[in-house]
């Protein structure tokens, strides 16, 4: 299947129909290297290196320029290679005063947290064959950890050239880490520096729960390795914000509330919706609502498995929430949606959707069996697919069309569809007073407690 490379858009040069018989022999960059030195100031000051054969540029971000020293000025955020060499100092500490966005840089105490991506710049021509080692070392009195595809040389990670524009987390300064064995799987957490009124043991407990729900899930912890770095955040109370980003290997940012109780941290359903991106494929402008929405579909029904959530939490939830995806799924079309409820509502009502059909067949083989081929396939968030190629791995997985008539009829226009029917039909219902009741006696009941059941 189709790697990152699907999300980096290679330059090449406009054809002339005067041009000249033989072309102009192009450059060809066989392999980089990168020596990252992280300093106690912020700053990260990297040496570039590539074998080519002829000349080698190196791109920035547009955002990274101001904050991007020991350079000539540019513009265009491209900088000429002396011989394949550049040396650049990138200064982490100002570019986290740019905004609060973890996908720029934090300064958290005595800590840094950036994506590896906002250090290494690209280097061009840019081809899909470009093999990068990235060495890392610190000051003094630092720890650092990396996010990367650990290399077999100590302190060297690798990941594709293509890969660079979404290489995944670090962080340095100082930190508390920890690994933890998911049944051969490992994720490997970090604590950043700040104050949580929750100590890392329980922190860490926590995420340990969270992680062997999604395990258990999937059957296995969806990728090999990941990183998980905890960002504090003073004087909020619960489980922030969590985001992955996929490649080399994925790392999981969460940001987490200071005076977060330890009924916030097992009420919470952040941890777990990103835990469950690791285990579906990423894909490249197109197919976000499926990608959301099987997450927030499954993520409350994980919890409940595990029996952090109840069986009519989970209805509520769904019942109450979902009719937010509705325009999305019936008039406007999935790929059109461009909001919170369109995207993962909607996506979260064709989740639900396909997941009853299948259980309509088997009411033990859901859309989760779908999606454990699919993670077996190598289906991961380190991977890039096509909606296609999603749809027919899953689909040929549970012997019958199942995503695919969604995806026809409500992808990019939407059709009509009665949720409220469905619900009845599973047997959730709201009382005079507005609870929620559960009847064993409704057509679809068996699928409705199916839905929760452990594999």
Same mark, same amino acid.
């Given at each position: 299947?189709?790697?990152?490379?699907?999300?980096?858009?290679?330059?090449?040069?406009?054809?002339?129909?005067?041009?000249?018989?033989?072309?102009?022999?192009?450059?060809?960059?066989?392999?980089?290297?990168?020596?990252?030195?992280?300093?106690?100031?912020?700053?990260?000051?990297?040496?570039?290196?590539?074998?080519?054969?002829?000349?080698?540029?190196?791109?920035?971000?547009?955002?990274?320029?101001?904050?991007?020293?020991?350079?000539?000025?540019?513009?265009?955020?491209?900088?000429?290679?002396?011989?394949?060499?550049?040396?650049?100092?990138?200064?982490?500490?100002?570019?986290?005063?740019?905004?609060?966005?973890?996908?720029?840089?934090?300064?958290?105490?005595?800590?840094?947290?950036?994506?590896?991506?906002?250090?290494?710049?690209?280097?061009?021509?840019?081809?899909?064959?470009?093999?990068?080692?990235?060495?890392?070392?610190?000051?003094?009195?630092?720890?650092?950890?990396?996010?990367?595809?650990?290399?077999?040389?100590?302190?060297?990670?690798?990941?594709?050239?293509?890969?660079?524009?979404?290489?995944?987390?670090?962080?340095?300064?100082?930190?508390?880490?920890?690994?933890?064995?998911?049944?051969?799987?490992?994720?490997?957490?970090?604590?950043?520096?700040?104050?949580?009124?929750?100590?890392?043991?329980?922190?860490?407990?926590?995420?340990?729960?969270?992680?062997?729900?999604?395990?258990?899930?999937?059957?296995?912890?969806?990728?090999?390795?990941?990183?998980?770095?905890?960002?504090?955040?003073?004087?909020?109370?619960?489980?922030?914000?969590?985001?992955?980003?996929?490649?080399?290997?994925?790392?999981?940012?969460?940001?987490?509330?200071?005076?977060?109780?330890?009924?916030?941290?097992?009420?919470?359903?952040?941890?777990?919706?990103?835990?469950?991106?690791?285990?579906?494929?990423?894909?490249?402008?197109?197919?976000?609502?499926?990608?959301?929405?099987?997450?927030?579909?499954?993520?409350?029904?994980?919890?409940?498995?595990?029996?952090?959530?109840?069986?009519?939490?989970?209805?509520?939830?769904?019942?109450?929430?979902?009719?937010?995806?509705?325009?999305?799924?019936?008039?406007?079309?999935?790929?059109?949606?461009? +909001?919170?409820? *369109?995207?993962?509502?909607?996506?979260?009502? $064709?989740? @639900?959707? /396909?997941?009853?059909? %299948?259980?309509?067949? #088997?009411?033990?083989?859901?859309?989760?069996?779908?999606?454990?081929?699919?993670?077996?396939?190598?289906?991961?968030?380190?991977?890039?697919?096509?909606?296609?190629?999603?749809?027919?791995?899953?689909?040929?997985?549970?012997?019958?069309?199942?995503?695919?008539?969604?995806?026809?009829?409500?992808?990019?226009?939407?059709?009509?569809?009665?949720?409220?029917?469905?619900?009845?039909?599973?047997?959730?219902?709201? +009382?005079?007073? *507005?609870?929620?009741?559960?009847?064993?006696? $409704?057509? @679809?009941? /068996?699928?409705?407690? %199916?839905?929760?059941? #452990?594999?």
């Amino acid at each position: 299947m189709k790697r990152a490379a699907a999300l980096v858009l290679l330059a090449c040069g406009s054809c002339h129909p005067h041009a000249a018989t033989h072309p102009a022999k192009t450059t060809s960059i066989a392999s980089c290297s990168y020596e990252v030195a992280l300093r106690a100031n912020g700053t990260a000051h990297v040496d570039a290196s590539c074998g080519a054969s002829g000349a080698v540029t190196f791109r920035a971000p547009q955002l990274l320029l101001r904050d991007l020293h020991d350079l000539p000025p540019s513009k265009s955020g491209r900088f000429a290679a002396n011989a394949g060499k550049l040396s650049y100092s990138v200064d982490l500490a100002t570019l986290s005063t740019r905004g609060r966005d973890i996908d720029l840089a934090a300064h958290l105490a005595d800590s840094f947290f950036a994506p590896m991506s906002n250090v290494l710049l690209v280097p061009e021509p840019l081809t899909t064959e470009i093999p990068v080692k990235v060495h890392v070392s610190a000051e003094s009195g630092l720890s650092y950890a990396v996010g990367l595809t650990r290399d077999k040389a100590p302190d060297t990670y690798q990941l594709m050239a293509h890969e660079i524009p979404v290489a995944t987390y670090f962080a340095f300064g100082k930190l508390q880490q920890r690994e933890l064995d998911l049944n051969g799987a490992k994720l490997e957490v970090t604590r950043l520096d700040g104050e949580l009124d929750q100590s890392f043991d329980d922190v860490t407990q926590w995420i340990r729960t969270s992680a062997n729900a999604v395990r258990d899930f999937y059957g296995a912890f969806p990728v090999p390795r990941a990183s998980l770095s905890v960002l504090p955040i003073p004087e909020r109370d619960a489980v922030v914000f969590g985001k992955v980003l996929p490649e080399s290997e994925p790392g999981v940012a969460l940001l987490l509330g200071q005076h977060a109780t330890r009924k916030s941290l097992y009420s919470d359903w952040i941890l777990v919706h990103e835990l469950f991106h690791l285990g579906f494929p990423s894909f490249f402008e197109e197919g976000k609502w499926l990608d959301e929405g099987l997450a927030t579909y499954y993520e409350p029904v994980i919890r409940v498995r595990a029996g952090l959530y109840t069986e009519t939490e989970l209805w509520n939830e769904l019942e109450k929430d979902m009719p937010q995806g509705l325009p999305a799924f019936t008039t406007g079309g999935l790929e059109q949606a461009n +909001d919170f409820r *369109g995207i993962y509502w909607g996506g979260a009502i $064709a989740s @639900l959707v /396909a997941d009853v059909e %299948a259980r309509k067949r #088997k009411v033990d083989a859901g859309l989760e069996v779908g999606l454990r081929a699919l993670r077996d396939a190598g289906g991961t968030a380190c991977e890039v697919w096509t909606l296609a190629e999603v749809v027919g791995a899953v689909d040929h997985a549970l012997g019958a069309p199942t995503l695919e008539p969604i995806v026809r009829d409500h992808a990019q226009r939407g059709s009509p569809f009665d949720l409220h029917a469905l619900f009845q039909q599973l047997g959730v219902n709201r +009382d005079a007073q *507005g609870a929620v009741q559960l009847s064993d006696s $409704a057509p @679809l009941a /068996a699928v409705r407690r %199916a839905i929760t059941a #452990k594999p």
